[in-house]
């Protein structure tokens, strides 16, 4: 029962990370499955469900610190569920192989996204209106159809978009992006359930440690400067984005 109990402070340290930067913690989650020996189609379920429990206590972290606005929230879980469920359902019909290789050219585009964000964004907003928001649905549909498929996307992309395009504040745009995500996890994982995809021998530590690191996150990144954290993350995201690639290249 406890052969994979490194799995729980691994989950911790990605959660927290995870928390702070607004990214997707799926993106070291499934590398880290898929290097366990798990499949990469239930790699990515497990990393959904364990993504469902990091961002829940994300989210009751953040609703402690403040700083979610939930009239984005709303509108961009409304327009991610249904696209989530299909990326879901089509993970499915995806060879492994492919979908491994697919994994890693996501995380490296998902990386540069990163870089982007960085860049100088002028102004601050403290809020946006959801009707500045509603032109640009098309974003996090994309964003939450890619999610379903690889279990990654909807937060680097919604937050980018939050960010660079809305100017909303960073720390607003980090919450708003955890609690979204929250929301549109319950969407994938009870698909990647139903379809069988979920290791549970392995959730069981990493639910564990991502419940700690939810609450941790949120704490820190109201006490640290995001921008360097946000840079180590890119940086990591295009090394896991080359092993996946080479590892499917090499390996199947």
Wanted: hydrophobic fraction near 60%; include cysteine.
């Amino acid at each position: 029962m406890l052969e994979y109990w490194y799995a729980f402070p691994y989950a911790i340290f990605v959660s927290t990370f995870a928390m702070v930067t607004g990214g997707e913690g799926a993106i070291l989650f499934v590398p880290f499955f898929i290097l366990l020996g798990i499949d990469p189609k239930a790699a990515i379920g497990t990393a959904f469900i364990t993504q469902l429990f990091g961002k829940s206590s994300g989210t009751i972290g953040y609703l402690r610190e403040g700083g979610i606005q939930w009239n984005l929230t709303k509108m961009l879980v409304l327009v991610g569920i249904p696209f989530v469920i299909l990326g879901s359902w089509l993970t499915y019909a995806i060879k492994s192989a492919m979908l491994e290789f697919a994994f890693g050219a996501m995380t490296i585009i998902l990386a540069l996204i990163m870089f982007w964000s960085l860049r100088d964004k002028g102004k601050w907003c403290k809020q946006v209106q959801t009707k500045e928001l509603i032109p640009w649905l098309w974003v996090p549909a994309i964003a939450s159809f890619l999610t379903g498929v690889f279990a990654v996307g909807v937060g680097t992309i919604n937050l980018c978009l939050l960010e660079r395009v809305l100017r909303l504040n960073m720390r607003k745009a980090v919450a708003t992006v955890v609690a979204t995500m929250a929301f549109t996890a319950i969407a994938g994982a009870l698909v990647h359930i139903g379809l069988g995809g979920v290791r549970w021998d392995v959730a069981a530590f990493t639910i564990c440690g991502v419940l700690i690191g939810g609450q941790i996150g949120p704490w820190l990144a109201q006490r640290m400067k995001e921008e360097w954290i946000k840079v180590l993350f890119a940086v990591l995201t295009v090394f896991v984005g080359l092993v996946m690639c080479w590892r499917a290249l090499t390996f199947y």
